[in-house]
């Protein structure tokens, strides 16, 4: 099965004063498939967001190498970063983070938009995507006229637009009740399943790392 | 769409920055469309002054001001210089005697004010630049013309009600206008033109001195030969001394054509070197130089307009979008993660700032023309109008509160553009 992120012997470190530098990531390793649906867990301050933002190309690590779909990104510049990480990856965030101006089309459009799909392509490809969600009759509404759930959905459908090969999901759970969170998890786990998108969640929720096929554990900053 | 909607976020802040716009660009449309108005003015009165060799009384100044007299026969020596062509005497003075209460009057006034051109009909003087006028109505003066016809500049015709064929009284004397000519946004419109005899009785009767000079030579001229040869020596002396008196002599202005040929400067210069113990020469040349001087002046101060304009418009924006963007972090860090690369975002801020800039323009340049147009309105009654309104002039406007917008934009927008992701995500 194809490897989607490869990552030897990652490192971060953050330099909080001159004297006090905090070791985020220390030799780590992790490998994901193609079609799986990983979880990332641990406590608190265990690097799993450090990990998360390296994985997403927001953040570069200190050492050690890193492919992402066969490439290494590892010393990868912002300019390059940032054509991969619209096409290669998705995001889907804690607290949903859509942008408040926007319908919830159009949040889903600028994805697109970033992914360099035309504009009617794009437009096309977020109307299916939200009605897949169960959102048809939504995607003229702004994310504050929406519920949790709702806007959830959207995050997803925004991360999904340009067909990415790995969906970064940072706590997609953790704004969200129990029932709303069983359904956002079965809706990650239908396109997983029926879609072969692969996964990676960064959770607290015992719930969804259990739904998950495989658990990566870290503890101070290593793998545990 | 989105810009919009980013600026209506913060609906009070955004109105605030436009309205410094607002006046900026509304100062900058009426203070250039007055200057567009003058250039105008000044560009004619350069056309024609650079068509032709000007002579005036050795003491004056090419602005006015002159005390002393052209001589119809140093004229006729000049016409007669290497490279001369003709020589038209004239006669400039004020269309109406100052009023003794109020001295300045219309000589303050926005423009020319209006001034009787007594024109030497005879003259085959011809303006280079200048060959024609174009008349609205009736027509021009012609030689032969009998000495009670004028022909008026459009300002006049509208500030007087005067129309061809009406008969009206200029400084105490009935004339008949026979033309008014098309607006030329210069010195003709407030101009009338007649013969240059009238023009130089006129001008005679508003000076004490000559008419004291006049008088005396007319009685003089009433006394005989033989009845002069009765006289003592210094009484002779004195009656032929006043009966030399020539109005023809009475020329406050002259113009100098250059024949075919030959260089105007050239030619100046000769008329300088022979005449410069009576008269004053400006070449076309110098007087282009020294009109320009006057439209460098102003042209000075309506960009010192445009750039208060675009000091204070410029900061007002730059902090806005400064507080936009640091308010916006999250969302620069959400694009940034969907894939936005810095310039996308640079772009989006630049182009939000260059519509704020736009939007104030556009309104600013809109209250500026209907003032304008107003004022003008109000003017026009007197057919004094002070601005005139072109459209390459607003499409500047435009162009240059956008690009205003733009620039106090760049600053904040690459600092949007350089946000670390991570960090920006951070704040999440």
Redesign the interface.
């Known amino acids: 099965m194809k490897i989607i992120i490869s990552g030897k012997n990652l490192k971060k470190s953050y330099k909080m004063s001159k004297t006090n530098i905090i070791q985020a990531l220390n030799n780590v390793d992790i490998e994901v498939k193609e079609g799986d649906f990983s979880a990332i867990v641990g406590p608190s301050g265990c690097g799993k967001s450090t990990l998360l ?1 390296i994985l ?1 190309l ?2 570069r690590p200190d050492e050690g190498t890193l492919t992402i779909d066969g490439i290494d990104v590892s010393k990868m510049k ?2 390059q970063a ?2 991969l ?3 290669k ?1 998705g ?1 889907v ?3 949903f ?1 859509l ?1 408040p ?2 319908t919830a089309l ?1 949040n889903v459009m ?2 697109g938009k ?2 360099g799909l035309k504009f009617k392509e794009r437009k096309v490809k977020a109307l299916n995507l939200l009605e897949k969600m169960g959102l048809k009759d939504r995607v003229n509404h702004k994310p504050n006229e929406l519920s949790g759930g709702e806007q959830q959905r959207i995050a997803l459908a ?1 991360a999904l637009i ?1 067909e990415p090969s790995l969906i970064l999901a940072d706590e997609p759970t953790g704004e969200l009740d129990s029932k709303t969170s069983l359904e956002i998890i079965e809706m990650l786990k239908r396109f997983n399943r029926d879609e072969n998108r692969t996964f990676v969640i960064v959770t607290h929720n015992d719930e969804v790392a259990r739904a998950c096929k495989k658990i990566i554990h870290l503890r101070d900053g290593k793998n545990a | 769409m ?1 810009i919009l ?2 600026m209506w ?1 913060r609906k009070f802040r955004t109105f605030l920055t436009i309205f410094g716009i607002v006046i900026g660009m509304f100062a900058f449309t009426v203070m250039g469309s007055m200057a567009l108005n003058f250039n105008k003015m000044i560009d004619g009165g350069k056309r024609f002054f650079t068509g032709q060799i000007s002579i005036m009384p050795k003491g004056s100044s090419y602005m006015g001001g002159s005390g002393g007299m052209l001589p119809v026969d140093t004229l006729n020596k000049i016409a007669q210089v290497e490279g001369v062509e003709a020589v038209a005497a004239g006669i400039e003075l004020p269309m109406e005697e100052p009023n003794p209460d109020d001295p300045i009057g219309s000589s303050m006034s926005f423009g020319v004010p209006p001034t009787i051109e007594g024109t030497d009909l005879g003259s085959s003087y011809r303006n280079r630049n200048w060959v024609t006028l174009d008349m609205k109505e009736g027509r021009m003066l012609e030689k032969g013309d009998s000495d009670d016809k004028i022909v008026i500049g459009s300002t006049i015709a509208l500030d007087k009600n005067w129309h061809v064929g009406d008969k009206v009284k200029i400084r105490g004397r009935e004339f008949k206008v026979i033309g008014i000519i098309n607006k030329t946004m210069t010195g003709p419109d407030s101009y009338i033109f007649m013969p240059i005899q009238p023009a130089r009785e006129l001008y005679i009767e508003s000076n004490p001195f000559l008419k004291s000079l006049k008088e005396q030579s007319d009685n003089a001229a009433k006394i005989s030969d033989a009845a002069l040869a009765t006289m003592s020596l210094e009484t002779r002396d004195q009656i032929l001394q006043a009966k030399s008196f020539k109005t023809e002599d009475v020329n406050t202005v002259a113009s100098a054509s250059w024949e075919e040929g030959f260089d105007s400067e050239v030619v100046a210069n000769r008329i300088k070197d022979q005449f410069k113990d009576e008269v004053l020469v400006l070449s076309p040349q110098k007087m282009g130089e020294e009109i320009d001087k006057a439209m460098v002046i102003f042209n000075a101060i309506i960009l010192g307009v445009a750039l208060i304009a675009l000091v204070v418009g410029s900061f007002s924006i730059i902090n806005t979008m400064v507080m936009s963007i640091s308010e916006r972090t ?2 620069i860090g ?9 310039w ?1 975002i640079a772009r989006e801020y630049t182009l939000e700032a260059g519509v704020i800039g736009l939007l104030g323009g556009a309104i600013g340049m809109g209250l500026g023309v209907l003032t304008a147009v107003l004022l003008n309105h109000r003017m026009a009654q007197k057919g004094a109008e002070i601005f005139l309104i072109q459209t390459n002039f607003l499409v500047t406007v435009i162009i240059f509160s956008f690009a205003i917008g733009i620039i106090a934009g760049i600053i904040p927008a690459m600092r949007a553009a350089k946000m670390k ?2 960090d920006a ?1 951070r704040e ?1």
């Open positions: 933002h997403g927001l953040d912002e300019k940032h054509k990480r619209a096409k990856i995001f965030f804690q607290g983070n942008i101006t926007l159009e600028l994805a970033y992914g925004r340009n | 989105e909607r980013n976020r999250k969302e959400i694009k940034k993660a969907l894939g936005a690369s810095g996308a992701a991570v995500i999440l």
